[in-house]
Every structure is written in structure tokens, then in C-alpha cells.
């Protein structure tokens, strides 16, 4: 066989598949129909006396119920088959499920006539216009052949304002960023109003609190089109891939009338979510808003807004640029008032990304410069907020603080070292809860040296005062495993639990949780109810300006904590192949029986036992902390010996996993970093 029939032959099962498909979603809406009405032809059928009219209209009946019954039992019997027998059923013996409508319409027309003989006797036209309701079996079948192509759709997990990563995050409290926050509604309302509304500030400034209280007052007032909270550390929310998916789904929940155009993208193409982001969004959001709400169309006029926060955290610079170009096209193919709210840090993929759009389409603040009077005041509020709080915990406790605690003076002094950082607030109020009276002395007794200022002056002295805590003779060991676990924890592509975490670095998972102990005011570590160190769940950041502390340069010979980057990423990547190499990567991993098991036939519990979450992680991740390293990729080196061992076990599990698609990019990233020499 030459290779031109070997490309042409899977080419010819798809389409058959496809018609296939097409078919048995066609038969079964019309067996539906026709059994409707064949209840009606049985309630006549009842009424007639013995005749030959009736044994012919009896004999038509029987006809067409046999057919009908034999289309059904056909179609189940493909659907049960395994995916290599329904496509050779597809392409060799597809009669019965391509040919049912054509010999149903026959058969329903003879039966239509041997009824009309027997209309004499009994007024079967009235009881047929009673179907007349029947006429929304088409649109409700359509329906859910609409839902079961948006399930498609990959989207990324706990992305939006009210997910369960996000949902429970602060909101701005009452009385704080009044000014600012009535500026965005003012801008939302506004028809004539610019496309895009960019809120740009420095790290720890409060951009994604502001966000998080935007959308939510934007829903409540049933203005929010889509939400997406970037991350970075967080897998699917670290990058633009998903971006656009995510925010097609939302709108397609708002607006039913694009439904129709994002399922039949993902007819056509069910990998669109792998798909370059310009090919995404003309499939998923131009074409399907450009169908519902044609340019100068004179509907009625709609106006939502995107909400999208921390655009900076996208991994690729090249791909905020395309995201900010794109956006800001969609109201000139629409009728629809589509907005879009941006908040990002002021780097320099999002500013050239806003220089390549006419100022006429955006505008613009600066966060500081935009509250310079008006953030002391929120801060303080904040402060007295939590403070608050601190007070009425120590009810709890012998050391009762007094009404007026932490008095005047000390807020001044708390205050004025914030400013302009929600940030630092936030994290000295947490390290002060722990221990408030002793906490809150060591805080104002460092802010008198001007030196700590910015991020250095929110984490360097808890950092500082966790390792003075130790012996002098065991604080060198201190910053080394600070710099092992925590190193780990900002510099991973998603988030692991202590006890995955410990599986991956292969210590204990009690040593994991002692260097983590002291660090619940920079660190969001879950606890259950009893107050304990809860080992199962994810371990994260409260705010990504602790990662930009520790992995910053100019403190490289400033802090005793600074972490490596490229040195952390190495350990990580020979650790993630380390764990894979432990016996967990093998042929036939999930062990299942039958090699023609279909992925969707196998739990995410069984896929789990086999690949837990360390494993999963190594799986995902290794190659990424590999090429991050910078180390050179040599022959007979720790990577080329372990794809030599293990290539196939991999891509293996990336399947189980569901990530197969990412094998080429991942083995493109890693012929890059080659050494070819």
C-alpha cells in the first residue's frame, strides 16, 4: 500500500464516523417524531371495526414500528462497540443508520394514506394537530447535542472571580477605594465609553482585590460577561491557552444564541483548545458573537464586561500582546458592547502590548498615583479591620489586649510603612496574630531602619526573626531548608500538598511541615478544623510578591533567603525523573486488562492510585523545571538516559493523564536546550 492510501484510509474512517454520528442524532429525533404520532394512529386504530381497511392500516402500523425498532436496536449496538469496531461498522456497514430516514419517510407516507382511508370513521386529523407541541423535539434535540459539544470545551479550573480559589479571597471592605471603584462602574454604564480599562499598578498594590469586588459588583448588577484570574504557579492559569475557552463557556451560559456557533467549531475541530490563540478566537468568540449580534444589527443593545486580572502572570510575553490585539477588535465586528477590565502589574509585555492600541480604545490608571491621597486611609481601615479582629481572639487566651490596642502611635507607624502596599498589611497583620503583643514590638522596632522598604521590608524581618529563633549553631541548616522546601514551593507549575511535596523532594513529610510552621503569614497553608496542618491539600502563595522577594537578584547579596531560580529548578526537574524512575513509570501503568480500554472507561480514582499527585506533578512538570534550569541536555546525561528507559511509559501517562498533546511541545522545548556540540 503506498503512503498516500495509508493517510487517506484514517482520513476516510473519520468522515464516515462523522456521518455516522450525524445519523444516529438524526434517527433518533425522528423516531421520536414518529412515535409521537403513531400513539395518536393506535387510539384510532382502536376506535375502527373489523374491515380491510383496518388490516391494511394495522399492517402499515406494524411496518413502520418494526423499522423504527430495528434503527434503534442498530444504533445501541454501534454505541456499545469498541472504538476500532464502530469505525470499521462506519466504513463498511453503515446501511441501517444512514438509509433509516429515507425508508422511514416511505413507510410514514403509507401509513399517512391507509389512515386517510380509514378518516371515515374517526376524525384522526383533529388528534394529529394536537402534536403540534411535538415541534420542539427538534430544537431540544439540537439542545443537547449543543451541551455535549461545549463539553469539549477544556477550560481552566477555579480561573473565575467566584471559583473556589478565588471566591473565598478579600473584597474591598466598606469605605475603601470608593473613589476608584465608582470610576470603573461609572466606565461599565457608559455607552459611549473606551473599549478597555486598563488598571495597571505595583506588586502588592491590591489590583486583584479590587478585581475579585469589580466583577462581583458587576454580576450583581448582571453586567459581568466573563471573569479570568491569571496565576502564576498555577498550571492552567499560568498561560493564555485556555484563556479564551474559558471565557466562550461563561458567555455561552449568558447568551444562549452563541451556543450554537461555539458547538459547531467544536464539531468541526474538538481539539480547538490546543489550537493557537488566534485560531481560538475567531472559532469560540468572533464568529459565534459576529452570528448572534451582527454589526448594526438594531437589537436591542447589550453591554457586558471581561474581567481579566493579573494579564503580567501570563507566562508568554508574546501571547499578552496577541490577547490585548485581539480583545480589542471584538466591537468592531459586533453589536455587542463587550468591555474588557484588565489589571496587570506595569511590565513590559502588557505596556507594549497597550502601545500597539489606538488610546482612543483604552483607558488607563495607575494605581498609586490614582489613590495617593486616598490609600493611607484604606489601609488604615484595613488595619483597624483586622486588628479588630486580634483583639476579640485574645478573649480567648489569658493575655487579653486592651480596647484601644495597638494605639495610636503604633497605627501611625504601620501605616506609614505600608503605604503603598496592601501587601505589607496584609502579611504583618497575619504575622502579628501569631503572637500579637511580642509580634507587633519586633514589627515597629524594625521599621525604624529605612532600609526595609518595599517587599524586602514586608518579609525580610519575619524571615529574619524565624531563623533568630534557632541556635546559632543550627541556622545555617534553617536557610538551607528553607531554601530546599519553600525554594520548591514558589518555583512549582502547580501547587502540591505537604505530603506530595514531601514525596517529590523524598524526605518526610514531618520535615516538610516543621519548615513550614512559622510560615503562615506568607504562606496559605490549609488547616482542618481542629487547627492542625491539614497534609492533603494544596499548599499556595497569598500573594505572588513573596516569590518576587525571594527570587530577586539586587538581594542576592542582601538576604541570606534569596533562592536560585535556575538552581531550584534543576534539583526539582532531577527530582521529578528521580520519582518517575522509583517504579512508577512501567508499561501498562493503570494495569488495565484490555488494551483497547478507551481512557473515558477508566476512573480518575483508578488513574490516580497508579499516578498520585507527585507522580502526576513529575509527569507534567519534569522537562519544563529541566529546560528552566538552563543545564544543557547532553547524550548519556540523567535526561537522555531516562527517555531512552522510559519515552513510551511517559507518553503513556500524559494519556491517562490527559495531556498527550503536550508531548510534542515539551519534546520541541527540550531539543532546544540540547547541546549539540
Not at 471584538?330 to 458592547?337: A, D
Not at 492600541?357 to 490608571?365: A, G, K, Q, R
Not at 501517562?653 to 522545548?669: D, M
Request: aromatic share 8%; charged share 25%.
Amino acid at each position: 500500500m503506498c503512503p498516500s492510501q495509508c493517510i487517506l484510509i484514517p482520513r476516510k474512517v473519520a468522515l464516515a464516523e462523522s456521518n455516522q454520528r450525524g445519523a444516529v442524532i438524526n434517527g433518533i429525533e425522528l423516531s421520536l417524531y414518529i412515535s409521537n404520532r403513531l400513539g395518536v394512529y393506535l387510539v384510532v386504530y382502536g376506535q375502527l371495526s373489523p374491515s380491510l381497511a383496518k388490516s391494511n392500516f394495522c399492517a402499515a402500523l406494524t411496518k413502520l414500528y418494526v423499522h423504527i425498532f430495528c434503527f434503534l436496536a442498530h444504533a445501541v449496538r454501534v454505541q456499545k462497540m469498541r472504538s476500532i469496531g464502530r469505525a470499521a461498522q462506519a466504513l463498511w456497514n453503515s446501511s441501517i443508520l444512514m438509509q433509516f430516514e429515507e425508508e422511514g419517510d416511505k413507510l410514514c407516507a403509507r401509513l399517512s394514506e391507509e389512515a386517510r382511508i380509514c378518516d371515515s370513521q374517526a376524525s384522526l386529523e383533529a388528534q394529529l394537530r394536537s402534536l403540534s407541541e411535538i415541534h420542539g423535539v427538534h430544537a431540544s434535540v439540537l439542545k443537547v447535542q449543543e451541551k455535549v459539544d461545549l463539553g469539549k470545551l477544556r477550560t481552566a479550573g477555579e480561573a473565575t472571580h467566584n471559583s473556589s480559589a478565588e471566591g473565598g479571597l478579600s473584597r474591598c471592605l466598606p469605605n475603601t477605594r470608593t473613589d476608584l471603584l465608582e470610576q470603573i462602574a461609572d466606565w461599565a454604564g457608559d455607552p459611549t465609553g473606551k473599549r478597555i480599562f486598563w488598571l495597571c499598578g505595583k506588586a502588592g498594590t491590591g489590583k486583584s482585590t479590587i478585581a475579585r469586588t469589580v466583577a462581583q459588583r458587576l454580576e450583581d448588577d448582571q453586567l459581568l460577561g466573563a471573569s479570568f484570574f491569571f496565576k502564576r504557579g498555577r498550571a492552567e492559569r499560568s498561560h493564555a491557552k485556555l484563556l479564551f475557552p474559558t471565557i466562550a463557556r461563561q458567555l455561552a451560559d449568558l447568551f444562549p444564541a452563541i451556543v450554537s456557533g461555539i458547538a459547531a467549531s467544536l464539531d468541526q475541530d474538538s481539539l480547538l483548545s490546543d489550537k493557537y490563540l488566534s485560531a481560538q478566537f475567531d472559532s469560540l468568540l468572533l464568529q459565534p458573537l459576529r452570528t448572534a449580534f451582527p454589526r448594526g444589527s438594531h437589537s436591542q443593545s447589550v453591554s457586558v464586561v471581561l474581567v481579566i486580572d493579573a494579564l503580567d502572570e501570563c507566562d508568554e510575553g508574546d501571547d499578552v500582546k496577541t490577547v490585548l490585539r485581539l480583545l480589542s477588535k471584538l466591537g468592531e465586528h459586533t453589536s455587542l458592547q463587550l468591555r474588557i477590565f484588565v489589571t496587570s502589574r506595569p511590565e513590559l509585555p502588557v505596556e507594549l502590548g497597550f502601545t500597539h492600541i489606538s488610546e482612543e480604545l483604552h483607558h488607563d490608571i495607575r494605581l498609586e498615583e490614582a489613590q495617593k491621597l486616598s490609600i493611607a486611609h484604606d489601609i488604615r481601615v484595613f488595619y483597624e479591620n483586622q486588628f479588630a479582629t486580634i483583639r476579640i481572639d485574645s478573649l480567648h487566651y489569658d493575655d487579653e489586649l486592651p480596647t484601644d490596642w495597638p494605639g495610636e502611635q503604633s497605627m501611625c507607624v504601620l501605616v506609614e510603612k505600608a503605604v503603598p502596599l496592601f501587601i505589607f498589611a496584609f502579611t504583618v497583620s497575619r504575622y502579628i496574630s501569631a503572637d500579637p503583643k511580642r509580634n507587633l514590638a519586633t514589627i515597629l522596632r524594625q521599621s525604624k531602619d529605612a532600609s526595609f522598604s518595599g517587599l524586602k521590608g514586608t518579609y525580610l524581618p519575619i524571615l529574619e526573626r524565624i531563623v533568630d529563633s534557632y541556635p546559632e549553631d543550627l541556622q545555617d541548616d534553617c536557610i538551607l531548608q528553607f531554601r530546599s522546601v519553600v525554594g520548591s514551593i514558589i518555583l512549582l507549575y502547580n501547587p502540591l500538598s505537604t505530603l506530595a511535596l514531601a514525596e517529590l523532594l523524598r524526605v518526610e513529610a514531618g520535615y516538610v511541615s516543621r519548615v513550614l510552621r512559622p510560615l503562615h503569614s506568607v504562606l496559605n497553608i490549609p488547616r482542618t478544623a481542629d487547627g492542625k496542618t491539614d497534609r492533603t491539600l494544596p499548599i499556595t502563595l497569598f500573594h505572588l510578591s513573596f516569590r518576587d522577594f525571594l527570587v530577586d537578584s539586587d538581594l542576592k547579596h542582601q538576604s541570606m533567603f534569596r533562592i536560585e531560580p535556575r538552581e531550584r529548578h534543576s534539583a526539582l526537574g532531577i527530582h521529578c525523573i528521580g520519582l518517575l524512575e522509583s517504579g512508577i513509570l512501567r508499561e501498562n501503568l493503570c494495569r488495565v486488562a484490555n488494551p483497547s480500554v478507551r481512557r473515558s472507561e477508566v476512573s480518575h480514582s483508578e488513574v490516580g492510585a497508579s499516578l498520585p499527585d507527585a507522580a502526576a506533578y513529575a509527569c507534567n512538570y519534569w522537562a519544563r523545571h529541566i529546560v528552566e534550569s538552563g543545564d544543557l541536555i547532553n547524550d548519556g546525561g540523567t535526561v537522555h538516559q531516562f527517555l531512552g528507559k522510559h519515552f513510551l511509559h511517559w507518553m503513556e501517562a500524559l494519556s491517562w493523564l490527559g495531556k498527550a498533546s503536550e508531548v510534542v511541545s515539551t519534546l520541541e522545548a527540550l531539543r532546544l536546550g540540547t547541546d549539540v556540540s
